[in-house]
């Protein structure tokens, strides 16, 4: 949580952490969660990922944190909008998920902090 916090800072923007919640307040434009999804290897000797959502909060992207299989370290992100997933309390993820999902999937957060980045606009004449 902190890296992200720094990392969006580093582009430029800025963050509040509530708290109680944890959720990021960006730019005052939108909030963001930050969930790590732990691996787990299915009976049948496949990877799988849980994630939870936390339907009270709202946030307007869910950043998920896949765990690789020791758990030791981040495989990968996926930041998954409000709009998309809203309605979905919990979300099960396989290596591969279709392009509904894996549109959706990051190998880093770079796409995420360039939403965060602050551009000057140039006045209109």
């Not at 959720?23 to 969660?33: G, K, M, P, R, V």
């Not at 709202?58 to 896949?66: D, G, H, L």
């Not at 990968?76 to 709009?83: A, V």
Request: net charge negative; charged share 20%.
């Amino acid at each position: 949580m902190a890296q992200v916090i720094a990392d969006i800072g580093a582009a430029g923007g800025t963050v509040r952490r509530d708290p109680v919640t944890d959720l990021l307040h960006i730019n005052d434009e939108f909030t963001a969660s930050l969930v790590i999804s732990r691996c787990h290897i299915s009976p049948a000797g496949g990877l799988r990922w849980k994630v939870r959502f936390d339907s009270g909060l709202r946030p307007s992207i869910t950043i998920v944190a896949r765990m690789q299989e020791d758990n030791a370290a981040i495989h990968d992100y996926y930041l998954l909008p409000w709009l998309d997933v809203g309605a979905t309390p919990n979300l099960r993820l396989a290596p591969e998920n279709g392009i509904l999902l894996d549109a959706y999937r990051f190998d880093t957060l770079e796409a995420f902090f360039d939403l965060t980045r602050r551009v000057p606009l140039k006045v209109a004449a």
